[in-house]
């Protein structure tokens, strides 16, 4: 079959289907991968075929103009619907309001989307996996008859807090007609936006423009939102971008004393997105304990350091999967990636997420007893200093962080994943007849 996977041009997007696209490959499936041109470096380092689209969408521009408000207002800020006075109407509102003008409908803009889905007129794939914020993907799909589903590499609350903003919504359509009135935090901004979109190819819009036919959930399922949507659990391999994967002399011998990682990840360093977490601060907070501390570090980010510790080895890069095995913790920036592999590798994290779905992550873990969460407002050297005495001493921490390791790998792999979307893309095939054009009918039963 033919599959056409696509996220907007961020390397943290995209790096997380790349696993799942050559696994495709490897079982013989065309397989293209559709970004801005931005993108494309990536896309061909991971040995792909990348399918530029598109502008770029000028990422960095918007976190200079309006980053400032739409961070303040999502940091530190829960994102879990069962936490009470948490996600107020108002601040749903907001949510739906800010981040549909300033990054939804930035990433998938017209020109972007309407190259996709000529793209996807012409190649006809059968399958669309998209990245969860590139809705560009499930409008192709649903313009050209495709299946399609959501590739999740970090927890849904995305689509949990839009569960919580829909229940909110009075009677009525979301594009405000109808007999019903509604309340003062009504209108579906999201949804009015992809309304719009798919009107534009005459296609109706319903719910799974947002949520896609399935997803791919590549979250361990202790970290996964209560849901009813369909869902195929997947293993999470780690792919450390297009960067040099090299295992280093010193770290093919065991270390005489635990070691520790200290990572910021790879986003904040080509990129404008700020980074809440002060590296001199970290090393500060280590110096002089009995451990090894390999923290991997640019040399913008060395530049801002007052003091290296004797126990402090610094590396601009290593591979996190090769690394982490040799770890008995990680201090982290609360990314998706880096908190994944380190869960995968089942080493214990102190987790310093301060906004989205970081947050989440570094609390259940917490709650789960496998690492620790370090808020914005305890990033001291004594708040750090302390969480990372407690990981190393207490071996409560290990033994948690092994059954959550236990559990992410009895998810399939992507190649056992495979034969499923293969079943499920013939399911859809079998309801869906094509159109000349592109476009589709659903077949009579």
Request: aromatic share 6%; net charge negative.
């Given at each position: 079959?033919?599959?056409?996977?696509?996220?907007?041009?961020?390397?943290?997007?995209?790096?997380?289907?790349?696993?799942?696209?050559?696994?495709?490959?490897?079982?013989?499936?065309?397989?293209?991968?559709?970004?801005?041109?931005?993108?494309?470096?990536?896309?061909?380092?991971?040995?792909?075929?990348?399918?530029?689209?598109?502008?770029?969408?000028?990422l960095d521009e918007m976190v200079k103009g309006v980053g400032d408000s739409v961070l303040s207002h999502h940091a530190d800020q829960s994102l879990d619907p069962d936490t009470p006075g948490q996600l107020t109407p108002a601040?749903?509102?907001?949510?739906?309001?800010?981040?549909?003008?300033?990054?939804?409908?930035?990433?998938?803009?017209?020109?972007?989307?309407?190259?996709?889905?000529?793209?996807?007129?012409?190649?006809?794939?059968?399958?669309?996996?998209?990245?969860?914020?590139?809705?560009?993907?499930?409008?192709?799909?649903?313009?050209?008859?495709?299946?399609?589903?959501?590739?999740?590499?970090?927890?849904?609350?995305?689509?949990?807090?839009?569960?919580?903003?829909?229940?909110?919504?009075?009677?009525?359509?979301?594009?405000?007609?109808?007999?019903?009135?509604?309340?003062?935090?009504?209108?579906?901004?999201?949804?009015?936006?992809?309304?719009?979109?798919?009107?534009?190819?005459?296609?109706?819009?319903?719910?799974?423009?947002?949520?896609?036919?399935?997803?791919?959930?590549?979250?361990?399922?202790?970290?996964?939102?209560?849901?009813?949507?369909?869902?195929?659990?997947?293993?999470?391999?780690?792919?450390?971008?297009?960067?040099?994967?090299?295992?280093?002399?010193?770290?093919?011998?065991?270390?005489?004393?635990?070691?520790?990682?200290?990572?910021?990840?790879?986003?904040?360093?080509?990129?404008?997105?700020?980074?809440?977490?002060?590296?001199?601060?970290?090393?500060?907070?280590?110096?002089?304990?009995?451990?090894?501390?390999?923290?991997?570090?640019?040399?913008?980010?060395?530049?801002?350091?007052?003091?290296?510790?004797?126990?402090?080895?610094?590396?601009?890069?290593?591979?996190?999967?090769?690394?982490?095995?040799?770890?008995?913790?990680?201090?982290?920036?609360?990314?998706?990636?880096?908190?994944?592999?380190?869960?995968?590798?089942?080493?214990?994290?102190?987790?310093?997420?301060?906004?989205?779905?970081?947050?989440?992550?570094?609390?259940?873990?917490?709650?789960?007893?496998?690492?620790?969460?370090?808020?914005?407002?305890?990033?001291?050297?004594?708040?750090?200093?302390?969480?990372?005495?407690?990981?190393?001493?207490?071996?409560?921490?290990?033994?948690?962080?092994?059954?959550?390791?236990?559990?992410?790998?009895?998810?399939?792999?992507?190649?056992?994943?495979?034969?499923?979307?293969?079943?499920?893309?013939?399911?859809?095939?079998?309801?869906?007849?094509?159109?000349?054009?592109?476009?589709?009918?659903?077949?009579?039963?």
């Amino acid at each position: 079959m033919r599959v056409l996977l696509t996220s907007f041009a961020l390397d943290a997007h995209f790096n997380g289907s790349v696993p799942l696209a050559w696994a495709l490959r490897a079982a013989g499936h065309e397989v293209r991968v559709a970004s801005q041109p931005a993108l494309t470096g990536s896309i061909t380092a991971a040995g792909l075929t990348a399918v530029p689209v598109g502008a770029d969408p000028g990422l960095d521009e918007m976190v200079k103009g309006v980053g400032d408000s739409v961070l303040s207002h999502h940091a530190d800020q829960s994102l879990d619907p069962d936490t009470p006075g948490q996600l107020t109407p108002a601040f749903l509102k907001g949510w739906d309001t800010m981040m549909t003008a300033t990054f939804f409908t930035l990433i998938n803009d017209d020109p972007m989307v309407d190259e996709l889905v000529a793209f996807a007129r012409a190649w006809e794939p059968d399958l669309i996996l998209w990245e969860p914020f590139t809705f560009a993907g499930a409008v192709a799909a649903k313009v050209t008859g495709a299946a399609h589903a959501r590739l999740l590499s970090f927890p849904d609350m995305f689509l949990s807090m839009r569960r919580a903003f829909l229940a909110q919504l009075g009677p009525g359509p979301a594009d405000g007609g109808g007999d019903g009135e509604r309340g003062p935090h009504t209108e579906d901004s999201v949804g009015q936006w992809l309304q719009w979109t798919l009107g534009r190819y005459g296609v109706p819009f319903d719910e799974e423009a947002v949520t896609g036919q399935w997803s791919v959930d590549q979250v361990p399922r202790s970290f996964r939102p209560p849901s009813d949507e369909p869902t195929v659990g997947m293993r999470y391999v780690p792919y450390n971008g297009p960067v040099p994967a090299v295992v280093p002399d010193w770290l093919r011998v065991p270390p005489t004393r635990p070691r520790v990682c200290v990572t910021l990840g790879l986003t904040a360093r080509t990129s404008e997105f700020p980074n809440a977490v002060p590296v001199d601060l970290v090393l500060k907070a280590i110096e002089g304990l009995d451990i090894e501390v390999v923290a991997t570090l640019d040399a913008e980010e060395r530049a801002l350091l007052s003091h290296v510790p004797d126990n402090v080895r610094l590396v601009d890069h290593v591979p996190l999967h090769a690394l982490l095995p040799t770890c008995a913790a990680i201090v982290h920036h609360g990314g998706a990636g880096t908190w994944s592999t380190a869960l995968v590798e089942g080493v214990p994290q102190i987790a310093m997420g301060w906004i989205w779905d970081a947050i989440e992550r570094a609390r259940r873990q917490q709650e789960l007893g496998a690492g620790l969460h370090l808020p914005s407002h305890e990033v001291t050297v004594e708040g750090l200093r302390s969480r990372l005495v407690r990981l190393l001493d207490e071996p409560s921490f290990a033994a948690a962080a092994a059954r959550l390791r236990a559990e992410a790998v009895s998810d399939p792999t992507p190649a056992e994943v495979v034969p499923v979307l293969e079943r499920l893309t013939a399911r859809h095939r079998a309801h869906v007849r094509r159109r000349p054009g592109g476009a589709s009918t659903p077949c009579a039963s």
